[in-house]
């Protein structure tokens, strides 16, 4: 089934809403704060949050959401990416962050960072972003809580072959 | 002369401001963040941003501003730390820097990290940090704008002789 990749639409709110619940990796905190950025995201203001959402068959199947780095001129921070559950392993979250780079490829930028935690819920995350070619470029030991690691994971968009 | 560290005063705020504005190390964004920070601070709420006050002979000498990470259970950014120009060198920094610590380490708190950047003009900053015993505990090049990296300096505080 085609995958289409295009902007956010303000009826996403819902089928997001639902993903995000669905997905184990997220906690209500978490899923308050996506849901937070998507409301600013349907009132698009210049360098705010920008969204690309997949949508297969008619239905939202995921989303990333990501933006410039206040007082930087090109490092970019992924802040979510989410697939609907039920359709993981069908590579939507790749094509979402090929979306999200070639948009800011386009644009010229430097960095996309993408800051997550060490915890043992995130591993399948952790393990995504490696298969999508992420390399670790930071880890703050015991950050979020004793145990569990910030670790920033990057990609370097003006060197790529 | 002796040196008062107290809380952040509705009145603090054009003194402040006069000292932002004569430190050579920010731009005029970034003082303007620095004062957004200030206005939020003089309505205290749980979780905000927290401020000590460096005061001397009466007259406000500088200040420092922190606050925690979000969703973390005990690690702290230090926001901002300046210092009246005209008052270097008398250790009024390491004082403040003292003070955030001490206050943190007594409500069990584990880090206090500072962003910082790479650029040359920040040299003299960086050279205080190391001063005062931070670590670089991750950097990542080009973070800002090419050549200027992000330098992240770190303290442990769950874990001091």
Known sequence: MDLILRDLRTGDRSALERILLASAAFSAEEVAVALELIDLGEEPVADGYRFVVAERGGAVAGYACYGLV???????????????????????????????????????????????????????????????????VARIPDFYRL???KIVYGKRLDRRP
Chains 1, 2 share one sequence.
């Not at 206040?70 to 970019?76: A, V």
């Not at 962050?97 to 399948?124: C, D, F, S």
């Open 147 to 149: 145990g569990d690691d």
């Open 70 to 136: 206040p007082l930087s001129d090109g490092c970019y921070d992924l802040y979510w990416i989410a697939v609907d559950p039920g359709l993981h392993g069908r590579g939507i979250g790749r094509r979402l962050m090929a979306a999200v780079e070639e948009r800011l490829v386009r644009q010229g930028a430097r960095w996309l960072l993408i800051e997550t935690a060490g915890k043992p819920e995130y591993e399948a995350t952790r393990a995504f972003y490696a298969r999508v070619r992420y390399q670790e």
